[in-house]
């Protein structure tokens, strides 16, 4: 009896500890989706729940979501932790680093993969033949380059800034898409561009990388990074990876899922299966094409009903409050336009500090860009009604609530509704964006088309995006006519 007991409560134990659901966050970048499929699927080879949450933007979205919670860890570079995190103006070694981290910012670093994926600045080698480029130092008298960067080498305390200040260069490079600048450089439109050393389009396109003979870069060994409050069980799991991945087997990775479109899923199981760190049947199962198109369609259709709900709840009313109370109505015009100039993806990245990543931050910077619309054409459309029909309402004994109500928006809701139609169009094409903090959504094929540079994926969240704006305006034309007298509509 007493060992029955014991077994049984074993079992609950174990049972509570499987359950537990740990998030894994990955950039969005080819690499980073990749090391974060091999970490979810060893965590999960251990019993654990994981919630994936890739496409999280740059090294400072997944740094202030890790920070925040929203997730327990992500696969991270030395360099980048040393140079973007910790801002060190000197090269710290693996242990140095680890400890900093924990000393400053009570996160802790895994054990190296293996592999050290640095910067580097590619050209063609027939671009590198006819400006006589061997090393960095040589672009000092190659000023009339055509180059390009990815968008967060160009801001980095590691990147494209200090680098040109460190070797005097003159250069002024517009910034690309990761993903895109290979296909860019390919076809002749620029001539330079950063690179990832594990790339895989770097053999696959015979790319020339540039020597970094003044040692600019530091070293960007690939490592998981997490808060030190992390299960013990899970940075075990994540230490199995040390030396596991070499230089060339990350490139092999990266060139599968390019070049052999094959998913990311289906690399980190072959390579784990390789390495005998999991069984060979505990794949994880994808879904169909289709299937993931009518999830992610859901998902988008969610974030965006809610987001757009909201501001209707709140703009009409604050609309009505601004057209009586007439005399503050300019300031807080003035205030929520000043929200529509916040660009969306900046708004979404200023949400995670206050909110984290998912869909709550999501939701709430698509209810503050559907705002301005809507309270607009609220306030537009009350004080355009005529003032002979306000006058002839009052003369009739009308209160002016029984005015608002059988008068005057009535009369406005063509106007209203044309603010909210456009809000929802709004609303539907900037929910793409929120793939950038982990909320889900059509925005993650684009998201992660981008990444691998490929337009089937980039189609798949592009047109049924279209197609939900299409059928939006379509049915606010049948709520026009159901809402609004004929005689009314233009």
Known sequence: MRYSLIIAIQLI?????NAQIIRVGAKHFNESY???????????QEGYTVERKFNLG?????YEALRGK?????????????????????????????EKLQSDLGLEISSSFGFNNTYALATTPKTAESY?????????SADAMTAAMSYEFLKRKDGWENLKRAYQLKLNPAGIEHGLAYQAITNGKIELTDVYSTDGEIEKYNLFLLQD???????????????????????????TLNGKISEAEMQAMNSEVLFDQKSFSEVAHSFLVRKKLVTANATNSTSGMWTDIADKTWTHLGITA?????????????????????????????????LQTIPSIALLALMIPLLGIGRVPAITALFLYALLPILRNTTTGLTSVDPILRKVATGMGMTTLQRLRFVELPLAMPSILAGVRTAAVITIGTATLAAFIGAGGLGEFIVTGLALNNTQLILQ???????????????FELLEKALIPKHLRT
């Open 13 to 17: 134990f174990c049972t509570i500890a």
């Open 34 to 44: 990749i090391l974060g499929e091999v970490l979810s699927q060893l965590i999960e």
């Open 58 to 62: 740059g090294t400072a979205v997944c």
């Open 70 to 98: 929203a997730i327990d860890l992500y696969p991270e570079y030395t360099g980048s932790l040393a140079e973007e995190i910790l801002k060190s103006d000197k090269k710290l070694d693996h242990q140095s680093l680890n």
């Open 132 to 140: 006589g480029l061997k090393k960095i130092s040589d672009l000092q």
């Open 213 to 239: 003979d003044l040692e600019f870069f530091p070293t960007y060994y690939a490592v998981a990074v997490y808060n030190q409050s992390l299960d013990p069980k899970v940075k075990r799991i994540a230490n």
């Open 306 to 338: 809610i987001s757009l709900g909201l501001a209707i709840a709140v703009a009409v009313p604050l609309g009505v409050l601004l057209y009586i109370f007439s005399g503050i109505s300019r300031p807080v015009l003035y205030f929520v336009g000043l």
């Open 461 to 475: 969240g592009a047109i049924p995006a279209a197609m939900l704006a299409i059928v939006v305006e379509f049915l």
